[in-house]
């Protein structure tokens, strides 16, 4: 009983990891672009995105209303996107366990097209929403929600408070940092690669199948706070926004807290941050829209600190830092009721990354990226390829990214509406779901997860 569920629940989170990576792709809009008059540079690090500048956090955290352009063009808060890419991993998968009607190994795909409502709604709201078609499991959800009802400004003491209200459909989708895992590196993934079975609540759990509603203040453009929370969609919902339920149904509202400092100084900035969320959920049944409310819940408590570093001195070069730790301490009871083991589990991960931009055009980046923890024989058992033979969580992965970016600037052709970006990237395991060697008790070595990801990726 207890491997069945756990091979049901790490299947679940690898497709839940799958949904967290195909949020990323929200990059530098047309449509904002238009609307605002500025170039991508203006907003983008690297004239792409998904990294904002200190200009586009503060367009961001003023709800996507700062005007500036002028024509029809910028009136239409519509923009599209296409992602293509290849795929390789130096182990190919078994014959008949590979995703979807895919090969082996050695794949093209079409990762996704997207349609955007993304701009400024009214002189007090703005959105951004995304709709994505993937070919990956051919089908249609609703992806990237991020609604300002309404945002304004306020004078105290001389300092401007910038407060307002979001509505989104994932935690951190709505964080203006470059930090948070909404929009930290690596900003796309491979699609059809084997993703690690473990990760804490705030890096995935609720992505695309909750609802939250926070209200923030930015004030003296230094000090961030935000406080709101979370609830489960329901089955219907669920159902019409091409998704299920992720780390289980949340009872009642799952409390989402976030504050951060910041520094702006010789075309330099700074910040320090913290995040807090915790939820009881109801383990998700089989169908993946209902739960089992029967044997009480589970709890998750996440918290998280993070931090940034910008320079964006002259068009000539840019660098960056980001890093997020997370723990997260789980009473897995509704779980573990009758299973025999205990129910009290802990969870680390942390995300660095460096980025490295010249002429905002050609970039490179760093990242590295660990999760380990207590071994979880609930959530952790042996199985071919997103199994665990020890039952630990733990993964090491690095992540080397070479990108040229021939769009976005001020002087480039057709713009704002040709963006263009072609990635080369490759992610190398030394650890994988709590083993180098047959980590998942049929043989399959970390190293046979390395993977190689080509993608080009256009913005119209």
């Known amino acids: 009983m207890t491997t069945t569920f756990a091979s049901r629940r790490a299947t679940s989170i690898v497709a839940l990891l799958l949904g967290t990576a195909l949020t990323h792709p929200a990059q530098a809009l047309p449509s904002l672009a238009a609307q605002t008059g500025q170039p991508c540079v203006a907003c983008h690090i690297g004239a792409f995105g998904p990294q904002l500048t200190p200009f586009g956090r503060e367009f961001k955290i003023g709800g996507y209303t700062a005007q500036g352009g002028d024509g029809l063009a910028s009136q239409i808060p519509i923009s599209g996107m296409v992602l293509g890419s290849f795929n390789n ?122 609802l939250g509603l926070t209200a923030y203040a930015y004030y003296d453009h230094r000090i961030y706070l935000e406080a709101g929370g979370y609830q489960s969609m329901s089955p219907w919902l669920l159902a019409r926004a091409g998704t299920a339920l992720g780390a289980g149904q949340i009872d009642g509202v799952a409390p989402y807290l976030r504050a951060a400092y910041v520094w702006d100084w010789d075309n330099q900035t700074a910040h320090v941050g913290a995040l807090f969320m915790q939820a009881n959920t109801f383990p998700a049944g089989g169908n993946g829209r209902s739960a089992t409310t029967s044997g009480g819940t589970d709890s998750y408590t996440d918290f998280a600190v993070d931090a940034g570093y910008q320079f ?12 997020i730790y997370v723990n997260e301490s789980q009473a897995l009871k509704a779980t573990a009721a009758g299973s025999g083991y205990g129910s009290n589990y802990s969870l680390n991960t942390i995300h660095l990354a460096g980025t490295y931009w010249i002429e905002n055009t050609y970039g490179a980046s760093l990242g590295w990226q660990r999760t380990w923890g207590s071994a979880n024989p609930l959530l952790y058992n042996p199985s071919p390829i997103g199994g665990s033979n020890n039952s630990r969580p733990d993964t090491n992965a690095f992540i080397l990214e070479a990108d040229w970016v021939p769009f976005g600037k001020e002087e480039s052709w057709f713009a704002p509406f040709a963006n263009l970006k072609f990635g080369l990237q490759y992610t190398i395991y030394t650890q994988f779901n709590g083993g180098n060697h047959n980590y998942d008790g049929y043989g399959r070595n970390a190293s046979g997860n390395n993977t190689l990801y080509a993608f080009a990726w256009t913005m119209f």
């Open 89 to 210: 991993t130096s182990s190919s998968y078994p014959t008949g366990s590979q995703p979807q009607h895919y090969g082996t190994n050695n794949n093209p795909a079409l990762d996704q097209i997207s349609l955007f409502l993304a701009g400024r709604l009214g002189d007090n709201s703005g959105a951004l929403i995304q709709t994505t078609y993937t070919d990956v499991d051919n089908s249609f959800h609703l992806d990237q929600v991020d609604i300002r009802p309404y945002t304004d400004v306020a004078e105290i003491d001389g300092n401007d408070l910038r407060w307002g209200t979001t509505i989104t459909n994932a935690p951190t989708v709505q964080d203006p940092f470059n930090s948070t895992f909404a929009w930290g590196y690596p900003y796309v993934a491979s699609v059809l690669a084997p993703t690690p079975a473990a990760a804490p609540m705030l890096v995935g759990g609720f992505v695309g199948n909750s």
């Open 312 to 323: 964006d001195g002259d068009l000539s070069r840019s660098y960056s830092l980001e890093g």
